[in-house]
């Protein structure tokens, strides 16, 4: 349901289906370079925005397709091809038409290490929470690429365009999850201050072992064998989480052939329980929950052996229907977990571009549908595991015969997420 782009109102009723993931990422069609004998490859389909809303639909066939939300400026340049293909997806896309410019595109080129290099070839489109229909910006979640200071401000943006919409039943929105992916220029040891100040503001930040290390002042690698070392992103984890206790959010960090890395806080969540006031009758009628008068010698005098403290505390513990309230503590351990790359042989590893804001758009929509942490970032997990398997997108298709399911590169995602979860011992 790839729509042209319309005007802002205050109903959320505009779509069919509710947005659970929106990626503030731009569109950006990519030529790639490869070192020889590999031929480049040109008007491939790519941007932050294009792979982490693949990595959101890879887990939402039609209708649930209608549920992923992302912006596509289209220049004079836009070639018809890439259009069509989009418009397979069946997604809430909000293609605008901008015939006075060209698209932005982008050079990607890669060394010996895979380590990749990026610039623009045409002016680029930033994004803002300006840029947000209502539908958008009712979403569930929201993925932004950005600088830290950046993230602040479009979070701010973004609660403030919401606090004025409602359900279509006329009730509040639910408080929205923020993914933050760092841009790499900006995770710099001068940033760590900006980065830190930015927590409190989302829930998730996920940056890549590079990325993270770089607001540390590392390298991220082993010295030894120059691999990526594990050691380093959990004692960074650990250093960021210590900077910042009493906040909530979660660290995802994505380490390429090595999996990704979670961590979380632990804490202590009060759940409320109701108990049967001392004094009611538990009759049934108008006076069976009258709320009890407090003993006034009580009140005034020392605590005895046999004082009621219940009776004591009942004006400050009962409720209107004159029960009292008890709370009773949750221990929430937190996180401390590797999840594995799905692909394990690098052999099944054509073209990594895009297999992080994949990872990403798997994550967030898991998030969005109540999923856990862990089994989130077992869904980006197979997420990037399709984007990384050829270059540019995987290939949608259909099963032949039988249940017709949907496929990508000609595998049933279902299938291979439950395999995976049966590897990681998930329930």
């Not at 731009?26 to 982490?52: Q, W």
């Not at 229907?321 to 929430?332: H, K, L, N, P, S």
Request: glycine residues 10%; negative net charge; contains cysteine.
């Amino acid at each position: 349901m790839d729509t042209q782009h319309r005007p802002k109102s205050k109903s959320m009723d505009d779509t069919s289906h509710a947005i659970d993931f929106v990626t503030l990422g731009m569109f950006i069609i990519d030529d790639i370079e490869y070192l020889p004998p590999t031929p480049p490859v040109k008007d491939i389909l790519g941007g932050a925005g294009t792979y982490s809303a693949l990595g959101a639909r890879l887990f939402s066939p039609p209708p649930l397709s209608s549920s992923v939300g992302w912006i596509i400026d289209k220049g004079s340049d836009f070639p018809p091809a890439l259009e069509e293909l989009v418009s397979t997806w069946q997604t809430s896309a909000l293609i605008r038409s901008t015939p006075e410019r060209l698209t932005t595109r982008g050079w990607n080129g890669y060394d010996e290490h895979q380590n990749r290099a990026f610039r623009y070839l045409t002016p680029k489109k930033r994004l803002t929470a300006e840029d947000l229909t209502v539908p958008l910006l009712s979403a569930r979640s929201f993925h932004l690429i950005c600088s830290p200071n950046r993230c602040r401000e479009l979070v701010l943006e973004i609660k403030a365009r919401r606090s004025g919409l409602s359900t279509p039943d006329g009730g509040n929105l639910p408080k929205p999850i923020f993914i933050w992916e760092p841009v790499p220029d900006l995770c710099t040891p001068d940033e760590l201050l900006n980065c830190t100040n930015t927590l409190p503001q989302i829930d998730i930040i996920s940056p890549n072992h590079a990325e993270l290390a770089g607001f540390m002042g590392d390298s991220g690698l082993d010295p030894d064998t120059g691999e990526i070392s594990t050691k380093a992103v959990e004692r960074a984890c650990e250093q960021l989480l210590g900077s910042m206790p009493l906040q909530s959010f979660a660290i995802v960090v994505r380490a390429g052939e090595k999996g990704c890395f979670l961590a979380r806080n632990g804490g202590r969540k009060r759940h409320s329980t109701k108990a049967p006031h001392p004094k009611s009758t538990g009759g049934g009628n108008s006076h069976s929950h009258r709320t009890a008068k407090k003993p006034s010698a009580l009140l005034h005098g020392g605590l005895r052996p046999d004082t009621d403290m219940e009776a004591l505390f009942a004006g400050l513990l009962q409720d209107p229907e004159g029960t009292i309230a008890r709370e009773e503590i949750e221990v929430d351990p937190g996180v401390e977990r590797w999840i594995p790359a799905y692909h394990g042989d690098a052999s099944r590893v054509v073209d990594p571009t895009g297999g992080g804001n994949t990872f990403l758009g798997g994550l967030a929509v898991a998030l969005a549908r109540g999923k856990s942490l862990e089994e989130a970032a077992a869904w980006g997990s197979v997420a990037a595991s399709f984007a990384i398997e050829q270059v540019g997108v995987p290939v949608l298709g259909r099963e032949e015969g039988g249940r017709g399911r949907e496929t990508w590169n000609g595998v049933v995602v279902e299938e291979r997420f439950e395999e995976f979860k049966t590897r990681l011992a998930f329930s």
